[in-house]
C-alpha cells in the first residue's frame, strides 16, 4: 500500500508543480531497508540469501539540507552494490553511515538503526533546498548515484578525486527503494522523454560508469577501430559497454557462461561472441590450469578477430583478472572498476611490465560524465537493458535474482508507478528507436 499523503496523491494524480509544492512532506514514507541488528545473521552461513535482510516499513523523512532535493521515485533498479549492502559485505553498510555521520551537521541524519538502500531510480522533483539553482520542484529526472562534496578543491578537476564522495544508497542513507528519496542537487540529470518511468530509472549508474571506463578522459578513451573484451556482456555493466564500443566505432568482443546469453548478443548485433563453457573457461577456483584457460581465452579471441584486444573492460575480478591482464596486447589497457568474484587479484606481472600494458582504476562517473552518457539516451544511441520489473513488494527477489546471476542487462522495481509504461512524453522518438531495440532485453526474457 501507498502512504496516504496528500503528497503522494497529488503525485500520483499529476499534479502541477505548485500543488506539489504546496502539498506537506509526509513524516514518513514507505521503504525497502536494513536493520542495523541484523548485520550478523549471516555469520557461518554460505548462502546469504538477501531476502532475509531486506524488511518493508514506514521510515522518517529526514530534514532537507540547502542542497538537497526530494524526489517521488516512481522508479528504481537493482545495482550489484545492492547485493552487497544486503549481505554486509565486503564491511556493513552501517558503518559507512557511522563514518559519514562524523562530518556532523547534515552528515548525521545518515546514521540510523535503518538504511535504505538502492542507487538507481526516476521520479519527480516535489522540494527543492535552498541552494539548488538548477532545479524546480514537478521536474522529472534520474538520479545519478555520485554523491560528490562540489566545495572540495579536488572536485573541480574530477568530482572522483574528491575525498568526499559516496555512492548515494550505499554510503549514504535515503537511496532509491522507497516512495521518496533525498539526493544532492547535483545527483540529477533530466529523465528521457521517450522512456517509461522503469526504463528511465535503470540506467544512470551502469551508463555513467561504463560510459567513463571506455569514453571518458579518465578512461581507455576508446577510437574507431579498437577491439574491446567484454567480460559478462549482457550482464547490467556489460550490455552498456558493448553498445558504447559498437556506437565508438569499436569491435566488441563479448564473454558471456551460456548459449542463452549468446542469442542475446547476436540479437544487438555482436559478431564476435565467446562462451566461457564452449573454450574452458570454468573452474575458476582450480588454479593449477589458469595458464590453460589465458592461452585458450587469447587464442578464442585470435580466432574471431585476428588480433589481441587494445581494451579489456573488467569488472569480475579475482577470477578474470589474471586473464584479462594475459591477453590485452602490447601496450593495451586493462580498465577495472569492480571485483564482484573476490578483490584479491593475482596476476603475473610479467605480462604488464615487458609488455608495457596499463591498468586504468575506474569508479562511476562524475556529474559531466553521468550528463553526457544520459545525452545518449535521450538521443536514441543507446537503449535501457531493462530486463525485468519487480513490484515494489518483491525488492527481495528482484535483489536475489541478481545476486545469483539470473538475469540479463538490469532488473528495475517500481515504486510509486502503480504499473509498468507509464511516463512516456515523447511517442514520437519512441516510435523512431523502435520498440523492438527499446524492449530487447524484456522480450528476450519473455
Not at 526504463?199 to 577510437?223: D, P, V
Not at 564452449?278 to 577456483?285: N, R
Not at 546471476?405 to 528507436?433: S, W
Request: aromatic letters at 8%; charged letters at 25%.
Amino acid at each position: 500500500m501507498f502512504t496516504n499523503s496528500p503528497l503522494t496523491e497529488a503525485v500520483l494524480g499529476g499534479a502541477d508543480a505548485g500543488e506539489l509544492a504546496t502539498a506537506p512532506l509526509p513524516e514518513t514514507y514507505r521503504a525497502a531497508f536494513l536493520r542495523r541488528e541484523d548485520q550478523e545473521i549471516f555469520r557461518g552461513e554460505k548462502d546469504k540469501d538477501v531476502r532475509r535482510t531486506l524488511h518493508h516499513g514506514e521510515v522518517p523523512m529526514p530534514e532537507l539540507a540547502p542542497d538537497e532535493v526530494v524526489v517521488a521515485i516512481m522508479a528504481a533498479a537493482v545495482n550489484y552494490n545492492t547485493v552487497w549492502s544486503a549481505t554486509f559485505e565486503p564491511l556493513p553498510s552501517f558503518q559507512f553511515l557511522k563514518h559519514v555521520a562524523k562530518a556532523g551537521g547534515w552528515d548525521a541524519r545518515h546514521d540510523q538503526d535503518f538504511h535504505v538502500i538502492g542507487s538507481d531510480a526516476s521520479g519527480v522533483v516535489v522540494r527543492v533546498g535552498a541552494a539548488v539553482r538548477h532545479w524546480n520542484v514537478g521536474d522529472r529526472v534520474c538520479i545519478t548515484p555520485g554523491a560528490i562534496d562540489e566545495q572540495e578543491p579536488a572536485a573541480q578537476q574530477d568530482g572522483l578525486l574528491a575525498d568526499r564522495t559516496l555512492a548515494w544508497g550505499f554510503e549514504t542513507n535515503y537511496g532509491a527503494f522507497g516512495d521518496y528519496a533525498v539526493v544532492k542537487g547535483t545527483q540529477l540529470i533530466r529523465k528521457p522523454r521517450h522512456l517509461s518511468w522503469e526504463e528511465a530509472a535503470c540506467n544512470s549508474l551502469c551508463l555513467g560508469t561504463a560510459y567513463r571506463m571506455l569514453i571518458s578522459q579518465h578512461g581507455a578513451r576508446i577510437k574507431m577501430g579498437d577491439v574491446v573484451l567484454i567480460w559478462g556482456a549482457t550482464g547490467g555493466l556489460g550490455a552498456y559497454a558493448v553498445q558504447l564500443v559498437q556506437r565508438a566505432g569499436g569491435i566488441p568482443v563479448a564473454v558471456v557462461g551460456s548459449a542463452r546469453k549468446a542469442a542475446l548478443l547476436e540479437k544487438m548485433g555482436v559478431r564476435h561472441i565467446i562462451n566461457r563453457q564452449e573454450i574452458g573457461f570454468t573452474d575458476c577456483a582450480d588454479e593449477s590450469n589458469e595458464m590453460e584457460r589465458w592461452r585458450s581465452l587469447g587464442a578464442a579471441i585470435r580466432k574471431q578477430v585476428g588480433e589481441d584486444p587494445h581494451v579489456v573492460f573488467e569488472h569480475v575480478g579475482k577470477e578474470t583478472f589474471g586473464a584479462s591482464v594475459f591477453v590485452a596486447r602490447r601496450g593495451g589497457s586493462v580498465v577495472t572498476c569492480g571485483s564482484s568474484t573476490g578483490y584479491a587479484h593475482q596476476y603475473d606481472n610479467r605480462h604488464l611490465w615487458m609488455r608495457v600494458k596499463r591498468i586504468i582504476g575506474s569508479h562511476g562517473a562524475n556529474y559531466q560524465e553521468s550528463v553526457e552518457a544520459n545525452r545518449l539516451l535521450e538521443l536514441g544511441l543507446v537503449v535501457p537493458t531493462l530486463s525485468r520489473v519487480y513490484p515494489f513488494a518483491e525488492v527481495g527477489e528482484a535483489t536475489r535474482a541478481v545476486q545469483l546471476n539470473e538475469h540479463e542487462g538490469k532488473v528495475g522495481v517500481l515504486c510509486m508507478a502503480p504499473e509498468e509504461g507509464l511516463g512516456i512524453e515523447d511517442p514520437l522518438l519512441r516510435e523512431q528507436i523502435g520498440e523492438d531495440r527499446l524492449r530487447l532485453f524484456r522480450d528476450h526474457v519473455a
